[in-house]
C-alpha cells in the first residue's frame, strides 16, 4: 500500500526526525541512500523501517513503507535522491577500549566531523569522543559523509572530568603550529588525538590537559589546513 497522506504517522515521524531534538527524544535518526542503507544492514545496525519512494525497489527483511513520489520528496533532504531512506536507532554507546582515540572537541561542520569518523575507521581510531558544543552526529551532511562508519565505531559523549580520568590511561595529544613536527613522534602508549574546532581551535580545558602537541609541516604561505584534513594526515601518521 502507497502511503499518500500527510497525516500519516510515519511520515509526520521522519519529518520530525529531521530536528535534532526529535532525533535526542525517539532515539532514532534518518538515513537516504541505497549505499547508506545497505551499510547499516551490512553493519547489524537496528533498524526501524525502511521507507521507499513509489516505484523504487529494495529487497530486505526489514518492515518497508512505500511513500507516493510526492511524500518522499517531501521527507528527503537530498537534491536527487534515489528513492531509499531508514529510520535507524541509535547505538549505545560501550566502554572505551582502543589504544588511539580521536577526540572531538567543538567541531560544527557536519561535513567535516562525517569525514573524521570515516577517516578515523580507516586509520584504526575505533572508538571517538564527542566533547560538548560538537554539532550532531546524526545530522544528514554527518551521515552522508561518514558513508557508513558511524554505524561501526563506537562514538561516546563525554566532559572534560571524563577526560582528566582518562589520562591515568592515555596521553592526550592535540595538533598546534607549535608543536613537535609530526614526523618525528614516535608513539609509545595508548593516545586520544584531540582536534579542535574550525574558527577557534581547541578549549582552554582540553589545551591545558594535553600532553604533546604536534604540528604538520607545511610550505608555501599557508597558515593552517581544513580540521578534517589535518586530522587525517596526523591519525595517518600515528598508525
Known amino acids: 500500500m502507497t502511503i499518500e497522506s500527510v497525516s500519516n504517522q510515519n511520515f509526520k515521524l521522519i519529518n520530525k526526525l529531521k530536528m535534532k531534538k526529535y532525533r535526542d527524544k525517539e532515539n532514532l535518526f534518518i538515513i537516504e541512500s541505497r549505499k547508506l ?4 544492514i551490512a553493519s547489524s545496525t537496528n533498524i526501524d523501517f525502511i521507507f521507499l519512494r513509489e516505484g523504487v525497489s529494495f529487497e530486505s527483511s526489514y518492515r518497508t513503507l512505500v511513500f507516493s513520489e510526492t511524500l518522499f520528496d517531501k521527507l528527503s533532504s537530498m537534491t536527487s535522491p534515489d528513492g531509499i531512506g531508514a529510520v535507524v536507532r541509535k547505538k549505545e554507546s560501550r566502554e572505551l577500549s582502543s589504544h588511539k582515540i ?43 559523509a561518514s558513508m557508513g562508519s558511524i554505524f561501526r565505531l563506537n562514538i561516546v559523549a563525554m566532559d572534560y572530568e571524563d577526560i582528566k580520568k582518562l589520562k591515568s590511561s592515555y596521553k592526550l595529544l592535540a595538533a598546534d603550529m607549535d608543536g613537535l613536527d609530526i614526523r618525528e613522534y614516535k608513539r609509545k602508549t595508548k593516545i586520544i588525538l584531540a582536534i579542535g574546532s ?3 581551535g ?3 580545558d582540553i589545551r591545558d590537559l594535553t600532553d604533546d602537541f604536534l604540528k604538520i ?8 589546513l581544513n580540521a578534517a584534513i589535518a586530522a587525517s594526515i596526523i591519525m595517518n601518521r600515528l598508525m
Open 198 to 200: 574550525e574558527a577557534n
Open 202 to 204: 581547541l578549549s582552554d
Open 37 to 40: 542503507v545497505d551499510e547499516a
Open 102 to 144: 580521536l577526540l572531538l572537541d567543538g567541531i560544527n561542520d557536519p561535513g567535516n566531523i562525517g569525514t573524521m569518523i570515516r577517516t578515523s575507521e580507516a586509520f584504526g581510531f575505533r572508538d571517538i569522543i564527542l566533547m560538548p558544543e560538537t554539532v550532531d552526529i546524526y545530522n544528514e551532511k554527518s551521515l552522508r
Open 217 to 224: 609541516p607545511m610550505e608555501g604561505e599557508i597558515e593552517s
